[in-house]
């Protein structure tokens, strides 16, 4: 009896090992060059597709204004290899995006008498909601460690609201936050 039951553990572990892994946790690692920061949650569905959440939060500045916020990335998966199940392989991945972001202008608007700047401060939220697609490649490791480089079209559309300016006529340009954009990342995660 004790055998058995050594046999049947044996094998219990040795097939819990060999099961693929469900859920994947990542990182975008070229976030932080743009100050921000970019992570995800992958689940399986089934052998062919899957669900994934992204968070995006960020702190930049581009000139004299600062850029900061969040920004939540829903993305559904088809992966198209017939040799290796979701989580693996190339995917398509339709995805829509909401952003709630603050900008802060900072700049000098004049001089008093004795020479010494004056500061101003203007504030804006900018609110977009959008989406695209991405193609991409998704490696798993050992069971445990994933690599995932995607890019893709995306689209941005939304409206600034000025809450605060120093003049009373204060506007702010959304830049490369709304309209037509690239959507890229490679993460780094583990699969589990």
């Given amino acids: 009896m ?35 920061g970019s992570f995800f949650y992958e ?6 597709s899957s669900l ?3 968070g995006l939060f ?3 500045k581009i000139e004299d204004t600062k850029i900061s916020g969040f920004a939540l990335t829903p993305e559904y998966r088809f992966y198209l290899s017939e040799r290796t199940p ?3 392989g190339f995917y398509v991945g ?39 697609v991405v ?7 050992k069971d445990t460690f994933s690599l995932d480089i995607f890019l893709g079209p995306s689209y941005n559309g939304g409206s600034i609201e000025v809450k605060s300016t120093s003049n009373g006529n204060g ?14 990342g490679i993460t780094f995660g583990l699969a589990f």
């Fill in 2 to 36: 004790k055998k058995i039951l050594l046999a049947a553990t044996i094998v219990a572990a040795t097939s819990a090992s060999a099961v693929a892994q469900n859920n994947v946790v990542k990182v975008n690692i070229l976030s932080p060059i743009v100050k921000t």
């Fill in 86 to 88: 979701a989580p693996e």
């Fill in 94 to 132: 339709p995805f829509v995006r909401y952003q709630n972001l603050t900008l802060k202008s900072t700049y000098t608007d004049s001089y008093n008498s004795t020479g010494t700047p004056t500061t101003q401060t203007d504030e804006a939220s900018l609110n977009t909601f959008g989406g695209g």
């Fill in 43 to 48: 689940h399986k569905l089934n052998a062919s």
């Fill in 171 to 184: 506007t702010f340009d959304a830049g490369p936050l709304t309209g037509f954009g690239v959507r890229t």
């Fill in 52 to 54: 994934q959440i992204g």
């Fill in 135 to 141: 193609v991409g490649r998704q490696w798993i490791f």
């Fill in 58 to 60: 960020t702190s930049a």
